[in-house]
């Protein structure tokens, strides 16, 4: 048990569950609210994106989680979810960049743990404890 706790593997495993659990939450309510996809399509419009580019929020929010979940292709997964939360601050959070909420913290804390999350599992990989460890 001892040995398992200086496990480099099982923080990665640590590290892709958290990240990954923690976004398919947004992406499951993204999937269950069909209104978000037509928010997102009209923010998209506002920067002279195409409308079908809004289905992307799917594959960094659904799909990238499960495989960090999973661990299968987790590298991927991590970029996914990076791509994901760089299009989630460009199109909707910039005004809050340099901001500090009501309780003192940093305002896109949330966006920029997930962004840095994908970030380290993209460097550190699935780990062993993966169903396709890299």
């Known amino acids: 048990m001892l040995e398992f706790c200086k496990s480099d593997a099982a923080g990665k495993l640590v ?3 958290t990240v990954g659990v ?3 939450f947004h992406g499951m309510a993204k999937l269950l609210h ?3 996809i037509g928010f ?3 923010a998209l419009a506002g920067y002279g994106l195409p409308g079908y580019v809004a289905y992307g929020v799917f594959a960094g929010e659904v799909i990238a989680p499960l495989m960090l ?3 299968v292709y987790a590298r991927l997964g991590g970029l996914l979810v ?3 939360m760089l299009f989630a601050i460009g199109l909707m959070h910039t005004g809050q960049l340099f901001s500090v909420g009501e309780h003192g913290g940093y305002q896109l804390e949330l966006q920029m743990f997930y962004l840095f999350g994908g970030l380290a599992i993209f460097f ?3 780990g062993r404890f993966a169903l396709k460890p890299d």
């Open 15 to 17: 590290l892709r569950l």
């Open 22 to 24: 923690l976004i398919l």
């Open 34 to 36: 069909g209104g978000s």
């Open 40 to 42: 997102i399509t009209t």
């Open 69 to 71: 979940i999973t661990g």
């Open 82 to 84: 990076v791509i994901n």
């Open 124 to 126: 550190l990989g699935s």
